[in-house]
């Protein structure tokens, strides 16, 4: 429905988006997760057309929007800041885009009364913007451009102003709301978790370019470059050439296994990439030697429902552990300085080619 | 809560004492019955009534009131359209020539400015007057009015005007809708002081006005050089209360200013 | 908008009315003066040739340039009024200067430092005599300066001096009255730049080691430095080519150029030579009028 076609935007000499090309369908949520300065407001600030493209084209149900300034657009977006009218109170700053389009007194009075209802504001219609918590300020904010029904709704850090508290149950607030109006999200975030929980799909953005468009189970079991493994979430990498039967790989750590066949040529230079959680201790070698390395304890970090063990393994490089807290594991604990022993099953390691 | 130290303190009642004493003794003088200024007399209200029958003295200060209304008021347009282009249209052609003019005319002593304008008057053969005046008023005080109301307009953020046109509302009506209601005491702050200004100025209005539009501040002028007179303490003093009301009442409009409450929060 | 929309016709004019009524009453008006001060004197009205005829078509504009001459500045070149004066007004500015930063900084550093809810009463307040007239103020010093006036009364009540001094006619007078002017103009944009001192710093600096005075000295004076400059400057410009204060508070020695300016034009009626003093007089300023406007146009785009 929205689709982007090698869009480009310099600003002077720097690529903010780089010919970067991408499909959102109708009643997605899609998150763009990226570090920040990759371009990723950037890519939104383009849809809303706050900015002109170089190059490529952005069409909407087929339309080229080029040419349409933004206040004629059918998507509106959610800045960071809100950008609440402080001159305004709650109801007409929600009230403010319906007067655009010249619909009729009542019709504004009761699209506003239902969205305020939606979200939960009723009672603070005769605000002042400053006279709201940053929750109700997010809220006004997102009821201000859901009323307006847009074909896209773009969000610029929905949830970066709010507490940790807040952001975690807004985030479901927010999933439900967009399941429940049909409406397409396109959100913009530089937490992975946030982008983990709430979107159908995600992009991750490096430096003006899409690195991986997939599901969020696709993005973090089966990343498809070093970059995206290590940006989402923390990984374990190995170096090594493939060898021969495409699924071991000779690394300066002893050969490992790899569950699907690599694609790539055998002597190539490929990386084994495990999840710390995916990751066994035990004071034992493992029974059959596979995908096993031993190491020391350099320290234990303490999460509560986890602990984060950072080691340090025979070629001499670091090493995570991530294991559950569980409480009825029938092994002793493991203790700083340890000598232990490191496996992995080879369905829980990838292969990156890049 | 930070406290002022005792040097601190100290700097800013002489700095303040010698602001505002010189224009208390005024005020003072101009109640002093005798006409020796230096010898006081006793309080009396009699300079000003002396005041009251100058005829050409209100001719002139009617012609400064008139002239300072109509050129604070094209001042006032001028200057915000100047300050919207200079902070809202991004870069665009001339833009450093307008910004230089700008504050070229602000600071360039007020001598030269109305050398030049009195000699493009000659050069077009216009004759000098009111309007002249007027013109060149304008012409000095947009370039105040401009530089106030465009450092408000660099305070708020541009965000809301992405929102306003992002919601569906055209340039003019984010300028009518949300722009101006948030720079309004910035411009109504921009109008008084080109108000004052032009009452204020007296080079500029010698270079160029004509037969028929003497101006206060030249009647003045023209009385004050020769020595201190006793009822131009008087007419100062008004002056001084005029404007000292005016001012009191632009900085209670610019503290209604909702732009900087919502700042406040972040 | 980062100027990537096509430009309405509204906007359009936004631009070009303002902008044209400068170009016509601001930057022509230059050229002219320009042009003036490239002419001849002449018991005329206007006093001076050529005159530029465009009826007469090349021909008329052709006599016209043979009709230029470099005499004014000839003049003001081989009369040694003309340099003292530029010479004088330039000292009297840069002391003057001089003498605001010393005076102004206390005050701005003292409103920056004073309670948060009070800054904007006091900025008011310190502005608020610039908005009661300029003349009025000199004026007042008129009336304080006298011979019998109030200062002097006062000095002598508190026996520090016998025989009442001479201020007026004095450059005393002058430098009083500029500082007393301009005092705004200095005190604002110190304190514009002292309140965004984070105090933190201060704090780091004194955790560091630093003594009081050394926390100014090497966090505090360097960090207002932008302030400092555009306060100089916006004191030094004007006050190069102030004519009221030296009238009226002034003697009779040393003209300032502004005073020699208006002597020229109203006293001798000698247009093309107050039109070369103009034309020198904005050569000189303009090295401190360009860094004045880069400075604020870069504030503009940071902001």
Redesign the interface.
């Known amino acids: 429905m929205l689709r982007v076609e090698g869009l480009s935007k310099r600003f002077d000499t720097v690529a903010a988006v780089d010919h970067l090309s991408l499909d959102v369908y109708q009643g997605e949520f899609f998150a763009l997760l990226g570090p920040s300065g990759c371009g990723k407001t950037t890519l939104l600030r383009l849809i809303a057309g706050?900015?002109?493209a170089n190059a490529g084209r952005i069409l909407l149900d087929g339309i080229d929007l080029a040419a349409v300034?933004?206040y004629r657009r059918p998507v509106n977006m959610m800045f960071q800041n809100y950008a609440l009218f402080p001159h305004l109170n709650v109801e007409a700053n929600i009230a403010f885009g319906l007067k655009q389009e010249g619909l009729s007194r009542d019709e504004i009075a009761q699209r506003v009364a239902d969205i305020m209802a939606l979200v939960k504001l009723e009672t603070f219609g005769r605000r002042r913007p400053h006279e709201l918590s940053g929750g109700q300020r997010q809220r006004v904010a997102l009821a201000r451009c859901l009323v307006k029904r847009p074909r896209v709704l773009l969000l610029d850090e929905p949830l970066a102003a709010l507490d940790r508290k807040l952001r975690d149950e807004t985030r479901f607030e927010l999933m439900a709301l967009q399941r429940r109006l049909g409406l397409t999200f396109v959100i913009v975030t530089h937490d992975q978790s946030e982008a983990m929980i709430v979107a159908d799909r995600i992009g991750v953005m490096d430096r003006g370019r899409l690195v991986q468009v997939a599901s969020p189970v696709e993005i973090y079991e089966r990343p498809n470059c070093r970059w995206v493994a290590d940006f989402v979430g923390n990984v374990n990498l190995f170096e090594g050439r493939l060898g021969d039967d495409g699924t071991s790989v000779e690394s300066a750590t002893g050969r490992l296994r790899v569950a699907a066949k690599i694609d790539a040529e055998p002597g190539a230079w490929v990386w084994v990439a495990v999840r710390p959680e995916k990751v066994r201790i035990t004071h034992e070698p493992p029974p059959d030697l596979e995908n096993c390395v031993a190491g020391t304890v350099v320290d234990i970090g303490y999460l509560g429902d986890l602990s984060i063990y950072n080691l340090l393994i025979s070629d001499g490089s670091r090493m995570k552990a991530a294991i559950a807290n569980s409480g009825h594991s029938t092994e002793r604990t493991i203790r700083p300085e340890e000598q232990v022993w490191l496996s992995f099953l080879p369905e829980a390691a990838t292969a990156l080619t890049r | 809560?930070?406290k002022?130290?005792a040097?601190?303190?100290m700097?800013?009642l002489l700095?303040?004492a010698?602001?505002?004493l010189?224009?208390v003794?005024?005020v003072i003088?101009s109640f002093n019955a005798s006409s020796l200024?230096?010898?006081w007399g006793g309080w009396s209200t009699h300079w000003y009534a002396e005041l009251a029958k100058d005829a050409p003295l209100i001719d002139a200060a009617f012609i400064s009131i008139r002239l300072a209304l109509v050129s604070a008021t094209a001042a006032t347009i001028?200057?915000t359209?100047?300050a919207?282009?200079?902070?809202?249209?991004?870069?665009?052609h001339?833009r450093?020539l307008?910004?230089?003019?700008?504050?070229?005319?602000l600071?360039?002593?007020?001598?030269?400015?109305g050398?030049?304008?009195l000699?493009?008057f000659?050069?077009f053969s216009i004759d000098r007057g009111f309007w002249t005046v007027a013109?060149?008023h304008?012409?000095l005080a947009?370039?105040f009015v401009?530089v106030v109301v465009?450092a408000r307009l660099?305070?708020f953020d541009?965000e809301l005007?992405?929102a306003a046109?992002d919601l569906g509302a055209t340039?003019?009506r984010t300028f009518v809708a949300v722009t101006l209601p948030l720079i309004l005491p910035a411009v109504a702050a921009g109008w008084?002081?080109a108000f004052?200004l032009s009452?204020?100025d007296?080079?500029i209005a010698?270079?160029t006005t004509g037969p028929g539009a003497t101006t206060l501040?030249i009647r003045?002028?023209s009385a004050?050089?020769l020595?201190?007179k006793p009822e131009?303490?008087a007419v100062?003093s008004i002056?001084?209360g005029v404007?000292?009301i005016?001012?009191i009442a632009a900085?209670l409009l610019?503290?209604f200013n909702p732009a900087r409450r919502k700042r406040a929060q972040f | 908008?980062?100027?990537?929309?096509k430009?309405?016709f509204?906007?359009k004019?936004?631009?070009w009315?303002?902008?044209a009524?400068?170009?016509v009453?601001?930057?022509?008006?230059?050229l002219?003066?320009l042009k003036?001060s490239l002419s001849h004197f002449a018991l005329a009205r206007?006093p001076y040739t050529p005159v530029l005829d465009l009826s007469a078509g090349w021909h008329g504009i052709a006599a016209f340039i043979a009709g230029l001459s470099f005499d004014s500045y000839a003049l003001i070149g081989s009369d040694p009024l003309y340099l003292l004066s530029l010479a004088k007004s330039v000292e009297i500015a840069a002391f003057s200067t001089l003498l605001l930063l010393v005076?102004g900084y206390?005050?701005a550093?003292?409103?920056a430092?004073?309670?948060r809810r009070l800054h904007?009463a006091?900025v008011?307040?310190?502005?608020?005599?610039f908005?009661?007239?300029?003349?009025?103020?000199i004026?007042?010093?008129?009336?304080?300066l006298?011979?019998?006036?109030?200062l002097n009364?006062l000095l002598m009540a508190l026996d520090i001096v016998r025989e009442p001094p001479v201020w007026l006619a004095t450059d005393t007078a002058v430098y009083i009255g500029i500082v007393?002017s301009y005092?705004p103009f200095m005190?604002l944009p110190l304190y514009a730049s002292l309140e965004k001192l984070d105090?933190s710093l201060l704090e780091a600096a004194a955790d560091l080691g630093c003594r009081r005075w050394q926390v100014f000295w090497r966090v505090t004076l360097p960090l207002s430095s932008p302030g400092v400059r555009a306060g100089a400057?916006?004191c030094f410009?004007?006050a190069?080519?102030?004519?009221?204060i030296p009238?009226?508070l002034g003697g009779s020695q040393t003209p300032m150029i502004?005073q020699t300016?208006?002597t020229e034009?109203?006293g001798n009626k000698d247009?093309p030579t107050?039109?070369a003093v103009?034309v020198v007089?904005?050569i000189l300023?303009v090295t401190p009028?360009?860094l004045?406007?880069f400075q604020?146009?870069q504030?503009?785009d940071r902001?």
């Open positions: 706050f900015e002109r300034p933004p | 809560m930070r002022l130290s040097f601190n303190l700097a800013l700095g303040f010698f602001l505002y010189p224009i003794i005024l003088y200024v230096a010898v001028l200057g359209c100047a919207v282009a200079l902070t809202r249209y991004g870069r665009f001339g450093s307008l910004g230089a003019m700008i504050y070229a005319s600071v360039l002593p007020d001598i030269i400015t050398l030049s304008l000699l493009v000659v050069a013109v060149a304008t012409t947009m370039c401009a465009q660099i305070d541009m005007e992405e046109m340039p003019l008084l002081l004052a009452l204020d007296l080079v010698s270079f501040p003045i002028y004050v050089r020595g201190v131009m303490n100062c002056m001084v404007v000292g005016a001012v900085s610019a503290k | 908008m980062t100027g990537s929309q430009r309405t509204a906007q004019l936004v631009i009315i303002p902008y009524w400068l170009l009453f601001f930057l022509v008006p230059f002219i003066v003036i206007p005076i206390p005050i550093y003292g409103i430092r004073a309670p904007a006091l008011v307040l310190v502005m608020l005599p908005f009661t007239a300029f003349l009025i103020r004026y007042a010093w008129m009336d304080i006298q011979r019998d006036g109030p009364q007393y005092l005190v105090e400057l916006l410009i004007p190069v080519g102030e004519f009221v009238d009226l502004g300016l208006w034009f109203f247009w107050a039109a103009a007089l904005v300023l009028i360009l004045l406007q604020a146009m504030a503009t902001g």
